[in-house]
């Protein structure tokens, strides 16, 4: 009976610390990895993005201010002059600089002056590594206009970095390949035109499931803040949407 008495009373010790850890660390954390991962994140206007992580990495930068963070990383990933934008590229660029992009832009980049280290071709399906950080190539295109076909292989990026995986779509539309798309974050087109409309860019959240999706690629050539509203009611109660302010 003295040996019962004593395991229940250990058990009950045992048990009273769990649960202190668990409402220390899980009920009432800090600031979750998405949000801080968020907090790093930066819109910079149509689809273009800078992400301050462990390095410092520019998703389709166009457009930047004159004395932007210099990039360890930029990923571009179609030719389309506000995807590629050679002047905005040469701004951050530097010596050390890693470009990761399609055949089409790689080509493209031979004919510029531009400084940087080296240029990582990829396509949909393959990736690379940089410093830890993987880069995967996955498809990016239209299925009902001809802006971007799927022959040409554009492309979007799902990258993981600090324990964390971003999607960004590039000028798509929803596409059955996004079914196997596995991300945290999700940086998504809404504008239509060229890309999905509002409404289709909230199915294929949905059909993603990110535990945060951002909009993107509006307020510039195509789409207004309405279509970013939208997108966010849409998915209300369903998935978290982030509207995120212009940054320079």
Known sequence: MRKYNAAMKMLKVLVLFLSIIFYAGVVYPAESEVEMMLSKLHWLGHA???LEASKVIYFDPWKLSKNPPKADIILITHEHYDH????????ISTPNTIIVTDITVSKKIESESLTYKEVRLL????????????????????????????????????????????????????????????????????????VMTADEAAEATLMIKPKVAIPSH???????????????????????????NKES
Request: net charge neutral.
């Open 218 to 244: 509006y307020a510039d050539i195509v789409g207004s803040a309405k279509d970013a509203s939208r997108f966010q009611d849409l998915l209300k109660g369903k998935v978290e949407v982030k509207i995120l």
């Open 84 to 91: 590629f934008s050679p002047e905005d590229i040469q701004k």
């Open 48 to 50: 273009s993005f800078r």
């Open 123 to 194: 396509m949909p399906g393959n990736s690379t590594d940089i410093s830890g950080i993987k880069i995967e190539g996955v498809a990016s295109y239209n299925t009902n206009k001809q802006f971007h076909t799927k022959a040409s292989k554009k492309l979007g990026f799902i990258i993981a970095v600090d324990g964390m995986r971003i999607y960004d779509a590039g000028d798509t539309d929803m596409i059955p390949e996004m079914k196997n798309y596995i991300c945290d974050i999700a940086l998504l087109p809404v504008s239509g035109t060229y």
